[in-house]
């Protein structure tokens, strides 16, 4: 991929192909924007244009196999043949059973998601062979692709674009084409907060079978299709690349009928304590408050970056903190220390499960994640954190003898 190449994305619109047109505009490559709602794709266009970038939408239907093809000759003429192509049109589905689901609503699905991914991959990929100067193809798996869920059109349809993708990869890999596959758990995007919000999608389960503690942004996927569509990646083709905050790797493990050792009674000082509690093997109980879990946090700053954290912590953290209902006790610099780039705090939890559904909830909020973004786009803050959680001595003021 060059310095002016052209990078074709369906699905532009919103989300990740959203972020997608955003991503390469901003590295200066002339994007051509396709997508059936021509209202935001254009208003997209628009907002990059007056940005100084070259973005170009056109209106199209990807489950139009002649539709794509017109289309693709069009920018073609307009634009010359792209060098990168990103399949990112799809609709997304709720939880169905077989038995149940409208037939006309799955063979809909399968349209737009694996012939559309079919439709765009031949029409540009065409292109790209006869241009001769190789590309990158990345389409858009997803967990889905890994594992069955019951999403009866949307699950199997993931599966086989990887499929198609491996095919595509060793089909095209004498013309110097790349094809790649990316697969995002679920996206942090404004659609899945508001599922959140009103309660149709329960991000304390989601979170539980996350290695991490956060959900990727459509940025973050983003970034994984620009790396895979940039000469680093020179020799990697036919892969889904996770995209997926360590599901594929701990789903299966956190499920585990034998149990995850830092969640039983025989794992963590933190897991002890919490079943001391539950077993009631401890007698802890404050009159002034209701304290059961403390968490210290320790934030290890990169050299010359503490103020630029408090700053952050002034400005944004409390804010979200009270969102959440997340109470700090303090926050402390160090005066004479192991390190005096460093910011310890002390945050009270009722328990762990409080924890972990206002943590969680936090972590996950967009506006939160554009905030740390933001404050970390020209340098980062935080080179280390390190947390523990702490119980009262069985001498603690207030506490029962
Ligand atoms: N959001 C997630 O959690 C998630 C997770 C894993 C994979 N994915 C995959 O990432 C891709 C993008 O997902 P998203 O969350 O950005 O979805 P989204 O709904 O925000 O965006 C999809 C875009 O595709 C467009 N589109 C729909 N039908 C089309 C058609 N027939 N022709 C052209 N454009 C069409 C829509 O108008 C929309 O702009 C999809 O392939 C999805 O399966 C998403």
């Not at 310095?3 to 955003?22: C, D, F, N, P, Q």
């Not at 765009?120 to 790209?128: L, P």
């Not at 299709?225 to 000469?231: M, R």
Request: one cysteine or more; proline letters at 5%; glycine letters at 8%.
């Amino acid at each position: 991929m060059n310095e002016k190449s052209l990078v074709v994305v369906t699905g532009a619109a919103r989300g990740i192909g959203e972020a997608t047109v955003r991503k390469f505009a901003s590295m200066g490559h002339s994007v051509a924007a396709l997508d059936v709602n021509r209202e935001r794709g254009e208003a997209l266009a628009s907002e990059l244009q007056t940005a100084g970038q070259q973005v170009v939408f056109h209106a199209c239907d990807v489950a139009d196999a002649d539709a794509v093809d017109d289309l693709a000759a069009r920018v073609q003429r307009d634009l010359g043949s792209p060098s990168v192509l990103v399949t990112s049109a799809a609709l997304i589905p709720n939880t169905e059973s077989i038995m149940e689901m409208d037939l006309g609503a799955h063979d809909r699905m399968w349209r737009v998601n694996y012939h559309g991914t079919v439709h765009a991959c031949r029409s540009f990929g065409r292109q790209m062979v006869a241009a001769g100067r190789g590309g990158s193809i990345v389409t858009l798996g997803s967990i889905n692709s890994v594992l069955p869920m019951p999403l009866p059109a949307y699950n199997p349809g993931k599966a086989a674009i990887a499929r198609l993708t491996q095919l595509l990869a060793a089909e095209l890999g004498r013309h110097h084409i790349r094809v790649n596959s990316v697969g995002p758990t679920y996206v942090m995007t404004p659609e899945l907060q508001a599922r959140i919000d009103s309660g149709q999608r329960d991000l304390a389960k989601m979170m539980k079978v996350h290695a991490l503690d956060i959900l990727p942004t459509p940025a973050d996927v983003a970034e994984a299709i620009a790396f895979l569509s940039s000469p680093a990646a020179r020799a990697i083709t036919g892969i889904l690349m996770p995209v997926d905050s360590g599901w594929t790797a701990s789903a299966t493990y956190m499920t585990y009928s034998g149990g995850v050792p830092w969640e039983s009674d025989t794992g963590s000082p933190t897991a002890r304590f919490q079943a001391d509690i539950n077993h009631k093997q401890i007698d802890i109980h404050s009159e002034r408050e209701n304290t059961m879990i403390i968490e210290m946090r320790v934030y290890e700053c990169a050299p010359g970056r503490l103020p630029a954290l408090q700053e952050r912590f002034a400005k944004h953290t409390l804010g979200f903190f009270k969102k959440y209902g997340i109470e700090p006790v303090g926050f402390w610099t160090t005066v004479v220390g192991r390190n005096n780039h460093e910011l310890t705090y002390l945050l009270k939890w009722k328990d762990m499960a409080d924890r972990e559904a206002k943590w969680n909830a936090f972590q996950a909020d967009p506006e939160w994640i554009a905030r740390r973004t933001e404050s970390e786009a020209e340098k980062p803050i935080v080179a280390r954190v390190e947390n523990q959680f702490l119980a009262p001595a069985a001498f603690f003021p207030g506490l029962a003898p």
